[in-house]
């Protein structure tokens, strides 16, 4: 047996409880591996421990298993009768068996071996209060990601002397700005209702110098270029009244150079009262520029005017946890992002859900966290993460043709074996955003473009599109890809076909609850190497079939079931880039 790809433990996303009565187990094993049995029982089933007890338990078969690109994962949910579970794992190849626990691997022989220890794996109690819950109502939401200064000027008497026309096509720098505001997201929400959207994700809205506004001046106040809090507090009243949602985007992790705590800082010192309130290992800064680069403070990415905030501190923990229950308690907002949030303090994301949760129990927590986030996703930190693995590896099946189906399969298996269930409900999917380079821009083939939008929606989660992605809007990296809306153009329907495929998807997304089921299979019964095939299942004979032919030829798929969406799809005939998603009910 290949021991060396096995393994489990008794926490995180391999053992939790999905709710207060179901345990799910997970191992890993390597592909030599053709049976898995748990042997599972009561920890105090025998007496209690060091008692002379003999413990056996129940020997179970784990039936379900997803592939990996060099392992096996093993899937089971258990019911422990009193809330605890000791388990060890039966491991049967085709010409032996072996036993795993805690401390390794037993042969049959030494199982038989009087007095001989056997360290269980051991889940000691299944606390209510320890069980993450995530808010159920993220998983029927469609995101739509709104860069506030590009997306629509409302209100023109906002307008600065600095302030561009409007640029309907071509490319953008972070320094010119043009006028998007609240007024014009407002103006906008009809617009947003008829496309399906149903939560709004703004990048940051406070107080900044810049167009990103991720320098932040005054996290208690409206950036006065785009409105008062009287209009944000409208466009959330509207917004909801359209059964829209809305999340503010927390910029934590640093702050901008005109933050008064930071100034009175640069001005005074150690002498300023606010200097721990920063990670600062020189004083007094002897460049004018390069000071965060040659260490004398930490900043975000180097930048020498977002210098970072020290979330160790109590009282900076204790500041933007007022700025975040304003912003929950005064404008009623429905979820968080927190900016950078991998280099925030575990203690501040603690104390963040704590404090919100108290206020509005089904807030949504989210955190920019671009890698493996476990750490944070435990159930006492964020509800999710921005799910950039998912979209990195959706476009990896397009941009390298060399790719297979198997190889699709493994890369969407990893993301979703990574952390527990219910967070795999609400993980906030996205193919780009106002940080990476425009799906379009990446995807000169608009039917390709459309394939990988088609694996957005019909993946578990929450899909978000960033503001364009409905009209197939072009950008480059950072800053092109926040280029300004082209309301003109879209008035005058240039786009129709384009919006209404998005809104095809949409509306099948949000009318078939099996599309935002967080269980799928992929059945590889198509022997072509590059068509996509999963089934989203409720049961063995009622599931969504979606099939996406990323070959360079046609193929023959026979009709079946009842067709929800399609493509390319002509005569029974998939062709090349076709998309086909149907329901099958026996």
Request: proline share 4%; aromatic share 14%.
């Given at each position: ?7 489990h ?12 009565n179901?345990l ?6 390597g592909y ?16 209690i421990?060091g008692?002379?007890?003999?413990w ?9 298993k997803?592939?990996l ?9 258990v ?9 060890y ?6 010409k ?18 009087e ?30 990601q ?8 409302g209100?023109?008497?906002?307008n600065?002397?600095?302030?561009l026309?409007w ?5 953008v720098?972070n ?5 998007g ?5 407002i103006?906008?929400l009809?617009?947003?209702k ?11 809205i406070?107080?900044s ?5 991720y320098?932040?001046?005054d ?8 409105g ?26 640093h ?8 100034k ?6 150690k002498?300023?009262?606010?200097y721990?309130w ?11 520029k ?5 260490g004398q403070y930490y900043?975000?990415?180097f ?20 700025v975040?229950e ?11 992002r ?7 303090s ?9 404090r919100?949760?108290a206020?509005k129990?089904?807030?949504y927590?989210?955190?920019?966290i671009?890698?493996d986030?476990m750490p ?6 964020f509800d ?22 198997e190889?699709?399969?493994y ?5 979703y074996t ?12 996205l193919l ?20 990988q ?9 929450s899909p978000?599109i960033?503001y ?5 809007m ?8 926040r ?10 329907e240039?786009?129709k076909?384009r919006?209404e ?31 996509i095939?999963?089934l ?6 009622k ?20 067709v ?12 090349k ?8 009910e026996?």
């Amino acid at each position: 047996m290949d021991f060396n790809a096995v393994y489990h433990r008794a926490n995180d996303n391999y053992c939790y409880p999905l709710n207060e009565n179901q345990l799910i187990i997970n191992i890993k094993t390597g592909y030599d591996v053709k049976y898995v049995n748990i042997v599972q029982g009561d920890p105090f089933k025998s007496g209690i421990l060091g008692g002379g007890e003999n413990w056996t338990g129940e020997s179970v078969n784990i039936p379900y298993k997803k592939r990996l690109k060099n392992q096996l994962w093993w899937t089971t949910t258990v019911e422990p009768e009193y809330k605890r579970l000791k388990y060890y794992f039966e491991l049967i190849t085709e010409k032996e068996k072996w036993y795993y626990f805690e401390d390794g691997f037993v042969s049959e022989e030494q199982m038989n071996l009087e007095g001989r220890s056997r360290q269980c794996f051991v889940f000691p109690w299944m606390n209510p209060g320890d069980i993450p819950v995530t808010p159920a109502w993220v998983n029927d939401t469609i995101w739509y990601q709104i860069f506030p200064e590009r997306f629509c000027n409302g209100d023109v008497s906002l307008n600065t002397e600095e302030m561009l026309s409007w640029r309907d096509k071509g490319s953008v720098r972070n320094d010119e700005f043009f006028g998007g505001d609240i007024q014009g997201i407002i103006d906008k929400l009809d617009y947003l209702k008829e496309l399906g959207i149903s939560g709004l994700y703004l990048t940051p809205i406070n107080e900044s110098p810049s167009s990103h506004k991720y320098d932040t001046t005054d996290y208690k106040r409206i950036d006065p270029h785009f409105g008062t809090e009287e209009t944000f507090m409208r466009l959330v009243k509207e917004a909801h009244e359209r059964g829209i949602r809305i999340m503010l985007d927390g910029v934590f992790n640093h702050c901008g150079k005109y933050f008064a705590p930071w100034k009175d800082v640069v001005k005074r010192g150690k002498e300023s009262e606010y200097y721990d309130w920063f990670m600062i290992n020189e004083w007094p800064f002897e460049h004018s520029k390069g000071a965060a680069a040659s260490g004398q403070y930490y900043s975000f990415a180097f930048f020498d005017d977002m210098p970072k905030l020290n979330t160790n501190n109590v009282k900076v923990r204790e500041y933007l946890l007022e700025v975040c229950e304003m912003w929950v308690k005064k404008y009623h907002v429905d979820g968080i992002r927190l900016d950078v949030a991998n280099e925030i303090s575990h203690v501040f994301c603690k104390e963040l859900r704590t404090r919100m949760k108290a206020i509005k129990p089904d807030i949504y927590i989210l955190g920019e966290i671009w890698h493996d986030a476990m750490p944070w996703l435990r159930g006492d930190e964020f509800d999710a993460v921005m799910n950039y693995p998912l979209g990195e590896s959706i476009k990896d099946f397009w941009v390298d043709k060399g790719l297979t189906k198997e190889d699709f399969e493994y890369t969407i298996n990893r993301c979703y074996t990574g952390y527990m269930q219910q967070t795999n409900d609400v993980l906030f999917n996205l193919l780009d955003s106002h940080d990476t380079k425009r799906l379009r821009s990446e995807v000169k083939n608009l039917d390709e473009y459309f394939q990988q939008l088609a694996v957005l929606f019909t993946m578990p989660g929450s899909p978000c599109i960033y503001y364009g992605t409905e009209i197939a809007m072009e950008g480059g990296h950072d800053p092109d890809c926040r280029r300004c809306m082209p309301w003109e153009s879209i008035e005058a329907e240039e786009f129709k076909d384009r919006m209404e495929i998005i809104r095809q998807l949409i509306h099948l997304r949000k009318e078939e609850p099996l599309l935002r089921n967080r269980n799928f299979h992929f059945p590889n019964k198509i022997s072509s190497p590059r068509i996509i095939e999963f089934l989203k299942i409720e049961w063995e004979d009622k599931y969504v079939e979606v099939i996406i032919n990323c070959e360079e030829e046609d193929i023959e798929i026979s009709r079946k079931g009842r067709v929800l969406f399609e493509r390319h799809y002509i005569d029974n005939i998939l062709l090349k880039n076709g998309i086909l998603i149907r329901k099958i009910e026996n």
